[in-house]
C-alpha cells in the first residue's frame, strides 16, 4: 500500500506537532539548573505555564491528525515516520533552545533519517 501526499502531509503534519509540543513543555517548565531549589516548583510551573497549556494543545491537534494518518494508511507504514520526532526535535533543540548537538548526536540523526527513508521509501508515491 502506497502513502498519499495527503497521507503523507497528515503524518508529517503529526510528527510537527509532537516538536512543537516537547519545545512548547520545555519552555514551560524552563531551563532548570541541577541543584537548584529556588523558585517555583514544578507542579507550580505545570499547573500554571502558557506554555504548557500550548503544548497540551498541540499535543490535541496531533492526536487529530495521528488518527487521520491511521484511518489512510497501515500502521506499519505510519509509525516509522514517528522516528523523525527525534530528528525534529533535536534540530528545534539546537535553533529554538539553543542547545549544543554534539556530532555523534548529529550522526545518529543522520542515521535515524535514513532508517526513515529506508523503511517508508517504497511505500511513498
Known sequence: ????LVTFALLLG??????AGQVCFKL???HAIPGASSGPSLVHKVLHSPWIALGVAVYA???????AALSRTELSNAFPFT???Y???V???RHILNE??????WAGIGTIVAGVVLVTGQQLG
Open 14 to 19: 503529526s510528527v510537527a506537532c509532537d516538536v
Open 100 to 105: 549544543r548537538i554534539s556530532l555523534r548526536r
Open 83 to 85: 522516528a523523525l520526532g
Open 91 to 93: 534540530l528545534a533543540s
Open 28 to 30: 514551560g517548565v524552563g
Open 1 to 4: 500500500m502506497t502513502v498519499t
Open 61 to 67: 491537534l496531533e492526536f487529530v491528525l495521528w488518527f
Open 87 to 89: 530528528v525534529g526535535v
